[in-house]
């Protein structure tokens, strides 16, 4: 976050990029760290397990914030500064200079999508789901962790970004990467406390197993009783069949050339599925509805560290002597976080567990609160929106000369309009 929310500034008023570029770097950063939690979890789930995929992501994402220290510090890895005069044309860097910036950018984006994918589910690792009192030892864990990520999120967008701006990014992403290196050392020495599960391999794979075995058999007919379908898994652990997405079911239909040669108890998994396997992916299929709810949510907050900022960066920001940066106004987004986490921590779980017999709202409650939150929030900045432009239409030539004359003093001031 220190290094995200601030970037944006830093590629139009350093490397000379258009704000819609620059968002667009942005955003396809934060994207890129996302999608690569795929990978992540794949090699945790079929390889490496959690444990060295933590360890391992966050050396490389220590390794790319002290690149972007480097790049940021180098004159030669960006462009030469606008001059204040009207004449002059500014040099936008060039893709050498791009290219580094890209490394570091990506290589960040690749430590952070293995963290990402496995840091939850290791803490989950610590705590035994079945046992009532772990499971609420479990929900306090994660209220916990989240306010420690968001506690490091404000520190970010308020001491890094003041930093960043007043001092030198080179010495904030610095910072970053010792923040890191500390935070790995931590992690290791924790290594003979840890619990570890082993893996069951890759859900992924296994999703893919379970299509394929179905497409392979979709003229096959459903034998009339379930009993009928493959099952291999232990009774503990099996998960009884739903009538949901029977078309998966036939993933589970044994049928002539289902098991390997010369093996007789272990079928080819391309070929055939248990129930068991077949019900996980219907679950999985049935989150797909929660899951796209949120594609909104998290295309409004890519507007808060990318286009936020730049409107931040033309307004009055002052107080007295002091200048808040422009990419510390996200901190009303990080202190709202805290202050409902501990309102919730402390007051509505204790209060609902008396009323409910429940240590708070279940996960799919919360996800709606937080979607009608989000919705309440973008129509009330939709508003402010309008009236902020219908204000200033009456401004004119005036106003658009006026931000003319800022950027030309002040190459890193964005102009709140065209001209």
Not at 147 to 162: E, K
Request: proline share 4%; hydrophobic share 45%; charged share 15%.
């Amino acid at each position: 976050m220190g290094i995200a929310v601030n970037l944006v500034t830093y590629l139009v008023g350093v490397m000379h990029l258009p704000s819609s570029t620059s968002a667009n770097v942005v955003t396809d950063f934060m994207g890129t760290s996302f999608l690569l939690c795929l990978l992540g979890g794949f090699l945790a789930d079929s390889f490496l397990g959690r444990y060295m995929t933590i360890a391992i992501f966050a050396a490389i994402q220590t390794l790319g914030t002290g690149a972007l220290a480097i790049a940021t510090k180098l004159p030669q890895l960006r462009p030469p500064p606008c001059h204040a005069s009207a004449s002059h044309t500014c040099k936008p860097a060039n893709g050498f200079q791009m290219g580094i910036l890209y490394v570091a950018l990506y290589l960040i984006a690749l430590g952070t999508g293995g963290l990402k994918s496995s840091v939850s589910g290791f803490g989950t690792d610590q705590f035994d789901d079945k046992d009532e009192k772990e499971k609420a030892q479990m929900t306090y864990f994660f209220n916990r962790f989240f306010f420690f990520i968001s506690t490091g999120t404000l520190t970010a967008v308020t001491v890094l970004v003041y930093l960043q701006d007043e001092v030198g990014r080179s010495w904030s992403y610095g910072i970053c990467s010792v923040s890191m290196f500390v935070a790995i050392l931590i992690f290791l020495s924790g290594t003979k406390r840890y619990r570890y599960k082993k893996s069951r391999g890759s859900p992924i794979v296994q999703i893919f197993q379970v299509i394929v075995a179905a497409i392979n058999k979709r003229k096959m007919e459903l034998p009339y009783s379930v009993e009928l379908l493959y099952e291999d898994t232990p009774e503990a652990q099996r998960i009884h069949h739903t009538d949901q997405f029977r078309f998966l079911d036939k993933a589970a239909i044994v049928a002539e050339g289902d098991f390997e040669r010369n093996v007789v108890s272990a079928p080819n998994p391309w070929k055939l599925c248990s129930v068991t396997k077949v019900e996980e992916v219907k679950m999985m299929v049935g989150l797909l509805p929660v899951w796209a709810t949120t594609i909104i949510f998290w295309t409004t907050y890519a507007q808060m560290i990318t286009f936020s900022v730049e409107q931040a960066s033309t307004m009055e920001r002052s107080i007295g002597g002091f200048l808040i940066p422009a990419g510390s106004l996200t901190v009303f987004f990080v202190a709202a976080i805290l202050i409902t986490l501990a309102v919730y921590d402390r007051l509505i779980m204790p209060l609902w567990k008396k009323l409910k017999g429940k240590p708070g709202f279940t996960n799919l409650q919360r996800i709606a609160i937080g979607l009608v939150l989000s919705t309440l929030g973008m129509a009330g900045r939709g508003t402010s929106r309008e009236e902020t432009i219908g204000s200033g239409e009456n401004r004119g030539c005036h106003h658009n000369n006026a931000a003319y004359k800022r950027v030309h003093a002040d190459p890193t001031v964005l102009p709140s309009g065209g001209w």
